[in-house]
Every structure is written in structure tokens, then in C-alpha cells.
């Protein structure tokens, strides 16, 4: 097997064959004759790394796998952090180390963090800091509800009253649906049901804030294409319009298209009629749009091949 | 970043036995490029990519901790709750020890409010007020006290989400890793022969059984933090 070992043996032989000199690390140490009773289980093995020649003046001692072996010398120098003592320089474990009180363990984290939740304040803080961060319900009543201003706007597209039948009757809950989505070509359609119509609305608004997609527009605000899609058994086909069309769709679709904020285009609701069916598949039929411009950047082509 | 020396040693290593994984019949086949061998129905990991990651591990935890940011240690197992507690304290890090309430990073609102109560219980007690009340009443509040200590106890000095998150055990703690994968926070995590290695971000392929291996492994964790916590004191 060629490892590092075999191969500076085999160098250190042939040098001191050719009689010429060895640099000094590589030169054996000056060792007594290697013990007298040599181990049985590296006999083999020293016999093959020894290189037998002749002009060698001290035969080499028997090498060993073991690592813990100091009888071989060291050829390679590992790095190791050590101090005067000789020990390795690492901190302590944490488990052994000096115990800390609580009360250091305390401040440390009150100077960390700020004193958050902890309840009990060691170095005189403020305990109530973390009120001012966070809504709390005021002792008038209800909570005022501040509109978010994220630039969003909300449309509810149907509210339904669905029944969960059990033992004890029917139990009645509100199903909203709800498409929000900027002027400027950003949407998102949710889901959210509850026990009022107002947190259903509120639950599915937040809802669709997280998983919102961007329409490609062109600069007269309608589709650079024609598209379909279809999400169960609802199929929508989308397409563009010169300006001053507006947007001819129905129900879901043009909830859809309005908020996002296309002033020109066609949709059909081919399929089944479902409110919520259709919003999710004009959903997918926008996503499967491009823009001519990045088609012939991917396709490598300039962009009048594209309308031939 | 840059590669520092974390004096990782694989005769320490051997040692502690982190080399061990599961048995044979319950590997993950992902886990084939770090398993280097098979010994007596056990496999066994390979101890320099091992060290390779847990360098990696530590010199990401380096340079998060000299950026001021706020850490997560998590681990539920009976053999590495009371070192990871102790870890975590001497890291002061975040920490959860006992059971990881679902939705408690993804529902963080709710588990405010938790620690808002927890908050107020704790300032009651120390004022006073629980003596107070009648017997059941306060019978009920110390009880609540104790039941938020345990579960909350590591996490009340949190404000808001962590930055990166410790797991110890993946197939334990999977609900914690499902969490922080869809709120895309950095995970690191020890891996062990039965466990996926492409959910967390970086997974250092140890033994997990064992609480020596937690326990060193832990404690490099916890060396390079404190470290980047120095260095962020000094100069933030």
C-alpha cells in the first residue's frame, strides 16, 4: 500500500544508497540497538519497511501501527496548541469548570439580553420592558384593531356557512375566501375558516399575505400571453387585450385580476363554476407566464424570433 | 469565513464513542457516504468527515456569535436534557429541555403570551402576592408556575425568533427541525446512522446515544460561542 510512510522509507533507502546526504529530519536517530525481544506481532512488518542496504550505519528500529508507539520517529509534527506545562490549552467542559452562583448566571443574561421574560431583575432593569413590544388587550374593551399598513388590500370573494355534523348536532362554521393583493401585480389567495365571519376573514387574510406570486404585466398592464390552468376540475383561459378593454371575466377570475391590478384582459371559466376552484386556477395559469424577455435571454434568441 | 482550529480530536472522539451509530437495520440509506464501516451489526460513522462538519458547525457558531446573535439548544432526550441545560447556561444560550411544544417558534404569538403569564406569576411569587389568595387558588397558580418553568424555564429570555437552532437528537426532535425549516432558520444538527442528513443545514454525523458524544460534541459548540461572544463584547 503507497502511504507517506512507505514512500519516505523507500526515499531515505535509495539516498542512502546513492551515498548522498539525507536532510537531518529525514536521517534516522542515533537510537541503542532496538529491544531485545522485538515484538512478535510488527516482526512481518518491520521486515518490510527495514530497507536492508548495506552502507546503513544503525539499522532502523521496528516500526509499529500502534499510535500511542513512541519508538518510531516522528516524521510529521502535528499542531498542538500546548502551554509551558505541556498541557493542551482548551477551556474546561462545561460540566467541570467553576460553578456559577445564580445570580452571576442571572446578571450574564440580563447583560445579553434585554431582560425579556425573566420575571425577577438582578441588576435593577425594568421587568416590563417587553410590554411596550407587544400588543397587549388594553383594559377598555376590545382590542383596537389597527389596519396593517402593508400596502395590501383585501377583497373577500364568498363567505359560506359550512356544518360539521356531530353527536350533540350541527356545528356551524364560516368559510372565507379572500384575495389579497397591491395594484401592482402581486396576489395571494386564501382560504380561512372560524366560528365568525370576521376571523375567518382576518385568518385567511393572513393567510394569503404569506404565499403571494407576482404576475408578469406588460407596460399597458395586461398579459405578455395566452395561458390556461386548471386546479381540479376548474380550468381558466387567460388572455390579453389591447388597452382600454378593461377586464372581462367573471366571479373569481376578475376578483382575482382586478387586485392584482390588470386593467386588460380575457378570462373564460371553462369547466366547473366553483369560486374557489377558479381563483387557485387563474393562480396557476398566471404562474405558467413568462415574459418575452426572459424566454429569449434563456433560449439565447433576440426577441423578434419570438413573434414570427 | 474563516477557518479557525478548534482543537478536535479524533482519539477524543473514539473515547467518547461518537463514532457508534445505530444498528444495521435501521440506517437511512442517505446516511451511505458517511458510514465507513460495519462491525457486529452496528454501523459505524466515519470520524474525519465528523470532524470536518463539527469545524464547519463551529465556525458558522463563531461567526453568528461575534454578530450578536441569539442561539437555540434543543434536546428532549432523558440522557441529554441535563447537559444540554448545562451547555446552554454556560453558552447563555436559549434552551429547551423538556418536551417541544408544537407551534412554539411557528405560533410564536401564543407562546408569548406564555411568557408574558410566566412573567407575571414569577413577579407575583417574588412579591408575594401568592400568599395572599386563598389555598386552592394558589395551589393552582404554583402549580401553573411550575408546569411553565419546566417547559418555558430555558426560553424566557427570548424576545424573538433565534438565529440558529442546535438540534441534538433528529428523529426526537423532529417537530422542532419541521419548524425551523418552514421559517427558514439555520439549523444545526447531530445526526445519527437512522436519520436524514439533507433536512438540517449542516448535520455532523455522531452518536447520539451515548452522553459522553453529546457531551463533547456540545462542548465544542459551546467553546466556539463563547469565544464570538467574547470578541462580540469587546467590540460590538
Not at chain 1, 411596550?132 to 373577500?156: I, L, N, Y
Not at chain 2, 411553565?148 to 424566557?156: D, M, P, R
Request: proline share 6%.
Amino acid at each position: 500500500m503507497l502511504t507517506v510512510r512507505n514512500v519516505i522509507t523507500l526515499g531515505v533507502s535509495i539516498l542512502t544508497a546513492l551515498r548522498l546526504s539525507i536532510p537531518s529530519k529525514f536521517a534516522p536517530p542515533s537510537l541503542p540497538y532496538p529491544s531485545s525481544s522485538p515484538n512478535p506481532r510488527n516482526s512481518s512488518l518491520s521486515a518490510l519497511h527495514s530497507a536492508p542496504s548495506p552502507s546503513h550505519p544503525n539499522p532502523k528500529p521496528p516500526t509499529s501501527t500502534l499510535p500511542s508507539s513512541t519508538t518510531r520517529p516522528r516524521r510529521k509534527r502535528r499542531f498542538r496548541p500546548t502551554n509551558a506545562a505541556g498541557r493542551v490549552n482548551s477551556p474546561p467542559a462545561f460540566d467541570d469548570g467553576p460553578e456559577e452562583t445564580e445570580y452571576e448566571i442571572a446578571a450574564a443574561y440580563e447583560e445579553l439580553y434585554v431582560l425579556a421574560y425573566s420575571g425577577v431583575s438582578v441588576l435593577s432593569n425594568d421587568i416590563y420592558v417587553m410590554d411596550s413590544k407587544v400588543k397587549r388587550t388594553s383594559a377598555f374593551g376590545k382590542v383596537k384593531k389597527e389596519k396593517t399598513k402593508d400596502g395590501f388590500e383585501e377583497r373577500v370573494v364568498q363567505v359560506r356557512r359550512v356544518t360539521k355534523v356531530v353527536k350533540g348536532g350541527k356545528q356551524l362554521h364560516f368559510r372565507a375566501i379572500v384575495v389579497v393583493g397591491d395594484k401592482q401585480g402581486r396576489v395571494g389567495v386564501r382560504v380561512g375558516k372560524a366560528k365568525e365571519v370576521i376571523d375567518a376573514v382576518q385568518k385567511s387574510a393572513t393567510n394569503a399575505r404569506r404565499n403571494i406570486i407576482a404576475i408578469p404585466m406588460t407596460k399597458y398592464l395586461t398579459f405578455p400571453h395566452r395561458s390556461e390552468g386548471d386546479y381540479g376540475a376548474a380550468t381558466v383561459i387567460l388572455g390579453p387585450a389591447a388597452p382600454g378593454t378593461g377586464v372581462i371575466a367573471g366571479g373569481a377570475v376578475r376578483i382575482v385580476l382586478e387586485m392584482a391590478g390588470v386593467e386588460n384582459a380575457l378570462g373564460k371559466q371553462l369547466g366547473s363554476k366553483i369560486a374557489l376552484n377558479n381563483a387557485r386556477a387563474t393562480v396557476v395559469a398566471v404562474q405558467k407566464m413568462k415574459q418575452f424577455r426572459e424566454v429569449s435571454e434563456e433560449r439565447g434568441i433576440p426577441m423578434e424570433e419570438l413573434w414570427r | 469565513m474563516a477557518r479557525r482550529y478548534w482543537n478536535i480530536n479524533l482519539e477524543e472522539m473514539l473515547e467518547a464513542g461518537v463514532h457508534f451509530g445505530h444498528g444495521t437495520r435501521k440506517w437511512n440509506p442517505r446516511m451511505a457516504p458517511y458510514i465507513s464501516a460495519k462491525r457486529k451489526g452496528i454501523h459505524i460513522t466515519n470520524l474525519t468527515r465528523t470532524a470536518r462538519f463539527l469545524s464547519e458547525a463551529c465556525d458558522l457558531l463563531f461567526d453568528a456569535a461575534t454578530k450578536g446573535k441569539q442561539f437555540l439548544i434543543v434536546g428532549t432526550k432523558n440522557k441529554a436534557a441535563d447537559s444540554v441545560a448545562r451547555a446552554a447556561i454556560r453558552a447563555r444560550c436559549h434552551y429547551v429541555n423538556k418536551k417541544w411544544l408544537g407551534g412554539m417558534l411557528t405560533n410564536w404569538p401564543t407562546t408569548e403570551t406564555r411568557l408574558h403569564k410566566f412573567r407575571d406569576l414569577r413577579t407575583e411569587q417574588k412579591t408575594g402576592g401568592l400568599n395572599r389568595l386563598p389555598k386552592r387558588d394558589a395551589a393552582m397558580l404554583k402549580r401553573q408556575l411550575s408546569r411553565l418553568q419546566t417547559y418555558l424555564g430555558g426560553i424566557k429570555y427570548m424576545t424573538r425568533l433565534p438565529d440558529i437552532v442546535i438540534i441534538v437528537d433528529q428523529q426526537e426532535e423532529y417537530t422542532a427541525l419541521r419548524e425551523c425549516i418552514t421559517l427558514g432558520i439555520p439549523t444545526i444538527c447531530l445526526i445519527d446512522t437512522n436519520c436524514d442528513p439533507d433536512l438540517a443545514d449542516i448535520s455532523i454525523p455522531a452518536n447520539d446515544d451515548a452522553i459522553a458524544s453529546i457531551r463533547l460534541i456540545l462542548n465544542k459548540l459551546v467553546v466556539a460561542i463563547c469565544e464570538g461572544r467574547s470578541s462580540y463584547i469587546r467590540n460590538p
